[in-house]
């Protein structure tokens, strides 16, 4: 067994009030930019203020034995985890999706700062919890919940990963064009694009798919499945409408791009973060192999 104590590693984001300062900045001229819109400083502030103070008990609450460091939602692809880590989101759901895609076993622990705001149903724990619930996450026993994520693997290579879903399709407002293959069986698409989501994910934007398509595919968090859906598939001469949505248990699905240009392939809605997905590069989407290791509270 190790000697190292854990580390304790804080994940979170920029507040709006930095956001905003980083982007007019100076403090008045955020100011500014807010009273021509009807808002004031001073509610941006006391989130701020307000986050920074849940962050700093957060960070109280680590035993005095454990090493910390904290890391920013723009550096998580240059930031190197260890296997004795702690990660601890604090933040939004959204920031516990991001952090997914960089750990491996470590235990992930999201922390609401601010319940008034945030729904937290990934970042269910509270501040005041944080203290009594860190020693217990270095057992091989800990309660955690192991959601399964989704992975897309270009033929070169790339790889993405999502703790929600994946969405392959264009850039822009035109009709995504491509091949989909599971099992066997294939056709040709012109659609608005697909998106293969976990069990994480199939309470979001799939969610909402599939009601609309009536084609709901139950699907457990931890389980080793994901389900995919085709938004508005158009039938045509070579374009077919059959393969609409279905579950990735075994076979992986396969997507071939049909596009000259403006393909992509993006994970849990960061469109800046995308793969180019143009004429014939081939991505094949399965579960993935890690878990997220979520620490129940």
Same mark, same amino acid.
């Given at each position: ?57 957060? %960070?109280?609450?680590? =035993?005095? $034995?454990? +090493? ?6 723009? !550096?998580?692809?240059?930031? *190197?985890? @260890? ?55 270095? %057992?091989?026993?800990? =309660?955690? $919940?192991? +959601? ?6 270009? !033929?070169?290579?790339?790889? *993405?990963? @999502? ?135």
């Amino acid at each position: 067994m190790s000697s190292i104590p854990p580390r304790a590693v804080f994940v979170i984001r920029e507040t709006d009030l930095e956001q905003l300062i980083a982007r007019h900045a100076t403090r008045d001229q955020a100011r500014f930019f807010l009273e021509t819109r009807g808002q004031r400083i001073e509610t941006v502030e006391q989130r701020h203020h307000q986050f920074h103070a849940a962050l700093a008990a957060a %960070r109280a609450s680590v =035993p005095a $034995e454990w +090493r910390q460091a904290l890391v920013r939602r723009a !550096d998580l692809d240059r930031f *190197l985890f @260890a296997r004795e880590d702690i990660v601890i989101a604090v933040g939004q759901d959204g920031l516990v999706a991001n952090v997914a895609k960089y750990v491996a076993q470590q235990p992930v622990i999201g922390v609401n700062p601010a319940p008034d705001l945030y729904d937290g149903v990934l970042a269910r724990v509270r501040v005041e919890q944080l203290a009594r619930l860190l020693p217990g996450t270095t %057992r091989p026993d800990a =309660p955690v $919940e192991r +959601r399964t994520m989704v992975q897309a693997t270009l !033929d070169d290579g790339e790889v *993405l990963v @999502a703790l929600n879903e994946i969405f392959l399709g264009h850039r822009s407002h035109q009709s995504a064009r491509y091949r989909i293959e599971l099992a066997g069986d294939g056709e040709e698409h012109s659609s608005s694009g697909l998106i293969v989501a976990s069990g994480t994910g199939a309470t979001g934007w799939a969610r909402s798919i599939a009601e609309a398509t009536n084609l709901p595919l139950p699907l457990g968090t931890d389980e080793r499945a994901a389900g995919y859906w085709v938004r508005e598939p158009f039938p045509s001469i070579v374009t077919a409408t059959r393969m609409r949505a279905g579950k990735l248990t075994g076979e992986p699905l396969i997507v071939t791009s049909r596009m000259n240009d403006g393909g992509v392939i993006f994970a849990d809605g960061i469109e800046q973060d995308f793969l180019g997905f143009d004429w014939g590069r081939r991505a094949t989407i399965a579960p993935a192999p890690n878990s997220l290791h979520l620490v129940i509270g």
